[in-house]
């Protein structure tokens, strides 16, 4: 089959990769739509040491076949799968769940084939049901959302809560809107005016990182994944506040940390999140239109361009461009 | 100037209840609709050992005068109004606020003045203007709004905490409707199917509140305030779980309390929330129509009757019987 | 052997009990030393629901055989044991641990024949080896302090919270010696003057119940089981204040839930703790002697009465006397 | 009066420094005996870039004179002080205390000339009483015992929690001790052999930093202030885990955040703590020797030598030596 793979740290559209077969409790998928993410290009860049194997792992497909004769069920439906595959051993799977299990593969990751590919196999414990009222370009978007969700899993903002999310990126975006939420009072912060006008688009408030005080949220959301981003985030957090680390950040970071322990700010690196949630808040979202921050989540205005995946180094090229909003990879 | 008020346990409409006239620091407002809470009812059987004053503390209304020289932008401005009022000299009030301060007032509840009148005064920093977007009709929602947000002040439901609110009346559903915002699973749950139809049709999962297991929720908010409803949602609770009391109850409660010790059960009772998230969630909400839970929230559908001040006596007997929704009464 | 079981709510000394032999993976204990505790005398009143079986649940003993060739190294050694047999399969044992299974028996309360014998099995994973340094009328207490230390498990006393006891007994002296720990400003409230003598001699600050003024303490521990009890722990917890059940209550409480709404009080259910460190302190807490709060923990003052296995009817009888400290049966 | 002061980044014993005057609500202190702490030593470096004037915060003291005739009862007593001096007035002091007021002065810090000399003021409202019980060679550790207490106030380490401290220095055996405090699980990490002498003689556990596996432990407490130590924290905290950053780091930090982010770490600032359970602290543990941790701390085995303030200069010069424990400086 046809697979974007990343063999000893080059990027190859490969036209004859071996199609996967699914293993005892497997599901076999064929990719609709799959997305780009930062990862992707951290990866491409080196991060995390090495992967080799085809790249993905933001996707909507539709199971084939199962290596399980009671998941017949699941054959022909639309569906979205969690990324992370634990042992279902050890201690930390059976606590916490597979995204911190230390045996762990990870989609298009870590030892593990990704979705930037005509087919991918993925256990049917992983799999989400996807509902008909949510569209396929709708859906690629579960991955990320769910990550944004999880920010709501680890800390709680109250509804007085001043939050800033610094980096109008892709990801920044979902966070901002997942924190917008509940009558939360997220503004979106950028480094350029230009890049504030698709949070204005999205009804969030906004502004220039620069102009901003010292001091002046409870909670920062990092989501630039560069120094800079992070130097001003600290600066943002009031003292006692606290700053979620959402991005990867490639190599090592230079921080003063003068003000987090002056200031006793709280970090909390953030990471995967829960696709059911995702799931729901997308279905409750499918009808909004318009400028409606707080009031469900728009993922479609993110989306900056689609390639099939004949094309998708040009799309790999589009999407590291600066600025640049979600590209997506159209499988089949 | 007409007002409804309890005078030594008995509820009267006084035709010539003397007009309040602002002190140093307050407005004078002139009320232009009020709701009738499950609060003043028990205050009218006599809960909270016997208030004697005009009742009243859901309000929208128009500032009409003020006595501070340097408020006077806030004259014919549309505002909702904090119904505590602190010494704003004590440790309470100074760290945490008016809310738990010992010597505070609350508006038509102690020691202070309501709303079921023509004319009320209340502290101009208790004050918050009203969005032009957001009718009189919903901004009277503004109080028992931010009441149901204090839930989420307190505990930090996750996306995938699953949530029950047992009793389906007026403010279990503003609580549920809370809840279901950031992706929430909420289910809402009663004793009577004719009580499920309105959380139904506003697009919350619904139940009969006898046919759940015991232990099946995470997050249980009880808004019966009585004995089996509380007995209920301390069943409903699994081990490890919390319990919200969102109703004042009447007189002592009889409760088994043997599943909340050794289920290790979390009980936290809450009251009065923040009005400025209240009415930023009211004004995301305007422009939302049909069943739409967990995207904005709808308070309009919540409203039974509304009757003029005149007939005040009329609109509690009303609002007293069973299963009513929020009863109105406009006063200007 | 001999054994003091609860049978059809008569509790008896059989001589000739059936002398149990471990199943697979469990270990035949020989117990040395047992302690009789609130929960054994509500299990005599009926508490739980019909009992059968061999009472007691706290104890110290020394491995006779085992059901596991692979854990010979326990033969002769000295142990105490965890209370909680979990199925060691569902989400809750496998995530929680055992004390929450839904399908658990505990030892000598529910399904599963305790230590008021001269034999006891136990799974030997729920085994904790004693500390040459711990007399066994250290060890004895094991449990119960485990029990105090869960109250550190699920809050988080800062060193400036003010605590208050309430209830100077067996459980409410372990409590309060475990939160005076690190530094804790902790007050342990009686009823009666000669209550206080005991945690007065062990170094703690003590009070008079009626004495208090309302909403004084940060944290209340109600260690007394009763309505008068409970109604003055609420009282005197500040609003916004916490409350932790550490009894188990008989049939229903008659609460006032008026100050738990309007104080927005966080009630906690509190029961059984982790063993390791409970030994632990007893270990580090070994050489310890005099009125030394906050610096270890001294159980052996608690001790009101031994009596041989022969005669654990009149130490029954002797414990469920009022004021009464702990009383202990030797078994071997 | 003779001082040691910071002048334009040079270190000076100054035999002629004005001698301060009590202003209103001003306590005029004695100073006995005053600890040099690593924040000293980074002062001297050019750390929170230019303090000018007496360097010096921890101390004991006694009144002898005060700018209040209400506070007349505080000459001639015994002291120890908090070192930040808030506005009173900000709404950061109203509510959270003087320790993060924007516009606070800091004893030996910031804008407020510290302890290193032979008189200081402090405002009545920080001083504390220190119990006869209480020598002056141990009251002098109160402010770092209160910083190590801090560490409590801001995180909840559960009795089974694995706790690390990785800097075997003078913070960190402080650290150590209070965690160990309440049955905790305390190791002492250090990069030699030699470093881990102490730890072991106060009786606590202890290891080498680079012979622990990654993810070892549920919390890490960085003290050692640079950035291998760092790294090892981050290295050996597990995902989900959290690190308690102590120490002020000079300039830059150059760090890894990808284990931050992947694991999903929470770091923590900490800084100043309380001083009213300190001083408990250390009134209970008067009396203890040897061998306890867990049971008390000890603070004089901290004590590496002490100096008269004639000889401030060789005591810094002392201080500065890699490995060294408390100087202390005696001023009268």
Chains 1, 2, 3, 4 share one sequence.
Request: proline letters at 7%; aromatic letters at 4%; glycine letters at 10%.
């Amino acid at each position: 089959m046809r697979a974007l793979a990343l063999q000893d740290g080059r990027l190859e559209l490969v036209p004859d990769w071996p199609q996967p077969a699914p293993a005892q409790g497997e599901a076999l998928i064929r990719v609709t739509l799959a997305g780009i993410c930062s990862t992707d290009l951290e990866l491409v860049k080196g991060y995390a040491g090495g992967f080799n194997g085809v790249l993905g792992h933001e996707f909507v497909g539709v199971v084939a076949d199962t290596g399980a004769p009671d998941a017949a069920e699941w054959i022909g439906r639309r569906v979205v799968g969690g990324i992370n595959i634990g042992c279902r051993r050890c201690a930390v799977c059976l606590s916490d769940g597979p995204e911190h299990c230390p045996y762990r593969t990870t989609l298009g990751i870590r030892n593990k084939d990704g979705v930037f590919a005509e087919w991918v196999t993925l256990p049917v414990v992983n799999l989400r049901l996807v509902p008909d009222s949510v569209a396929d370009e709708a859906a690629v978007f579960t991955e990320p959302l769910a990550a944004a969700l999880r920010i709501r899993e680890q800390i709680a903002p109250r509804p007085t809560t001043r939050i800033a999310v610094v980096g109008p990126g892709r990801l920044g975006l979902l966070a901002a809107q997942v924190l917008a939420l509940a009558a939360g009072d997220v503004t979106v912060l950028g480094r350029r005016p230009e890049s504030l006008a698709l949070p204005a688009q999205l009804g969030l408030p906004t502004g220039l990182v620069d102009a901003r005080p010292d001091d002046s949220f409870d909670l920062v959301v990092e989501a630039t994944g560069n120094d800079a981003g992070l130097a001003h985030s600290l600066r943002l957090a009031r003292p006692r506040g606290t700053l979620v680390l959402k991005s990867t950040f490639h190599g090592n970071a230079n921080v003063n940390l003068t003000k987090l322990v002056v200031g006793e700010i709280t970090v909390v690196g953030s990471r995967c999140g829960p696709f059911t949630p995702a799931l729901r808040l997308l279905e409750q979202s499918a009808g909004l239109r318009g400028r409606t921050a707080g009031v469900g989540v728009q993922v479609q205005p993110l989306i900056e361009a689609e390639y099939p995946l004949a094309e998708a180094l040009a799309a790999f090229d589009h999407a590291a461009q600066p600025g640049v909003r979600k590209v997506l990879i159209r499988a089949s």
